[in-house]
């Protein structure tokens, strides 16, 4: 049966620069937005994506820790929601610049936004961030410089 358009289920994507990018605060904002949470990928590799890794890791925890202390690297990171509900996946995104961009993805009834905008306020609050966006259909900042752009652009928009 096709999906009509009004029933079509549409996804945000909230992003919000952090720091510090150590494990533990990265797990705790998880810990808070999605508690049953399972990886995307069962192996990481450094260079992210490199047909010869020089390092490959099991788990996103052992990847956390090496990036807490390898400040240059960048590495993406996604978990996904086994359950159904409105937060969909949650991601970290490891920069080289040494910061960190933690983000949702979540339903939105769009072209209400009050879901994503809720969630954007409440992940800002948790991380101690003034720097967030709501994305639609963008892949992800690459870099810190990338979701500030992205930032201003939005408020000139407004």
């Known amino acids: 049966m096709k999906e009509s358009p009004t029933n079509a ?18 797990t705790s904002f998880l810990d ?26 099991s ?6 820790d090496y990036l807490e202390h390898a400040p240059y690297t960048m590495h993406a990171i996604y978990w996904f929601n086994p359950r159904e509900g409105p937060i969909r996946a949650a991601m ?14 979540c339903e939105t009834h769009h072209p209400d936004k009050d879901v994503e905008q809720g969630y954007l306020k409440e992940a800002m609050t948790f991380c101690r961030s003034a720097l967030g966006l709501v994305d639609y259909e963008m892949p992800a900042p690459k870099d810190t410089q990338d979701l500030l752009d ?6 000139a928009d407004r």
């Open 59 to 64: 788990s996103a925890g052992q990847l956390m």
């Open 92 to 105: 970290c995104l490891y920069t080289s610049d040494g910061q960190a961009i933690v983000g949702l993805t």
């Open 32 to 57: 808070r937005f999605l508690p049953q949470r399972e990886e995307y990928t069962d192996t990481y590799e450094l260079p992210q994506f490199s047909e010869h890794p020089v390092i490959v890791f």
């Open 150 to 155: 992205r930032i201003a652009a939005q408020n």
């Open 9 to 26: 289920v549409h996804f945000a994507d909230i992003y919000v620069l952090v720091h510090p990018r150590t494990r533990e605060f990265i």
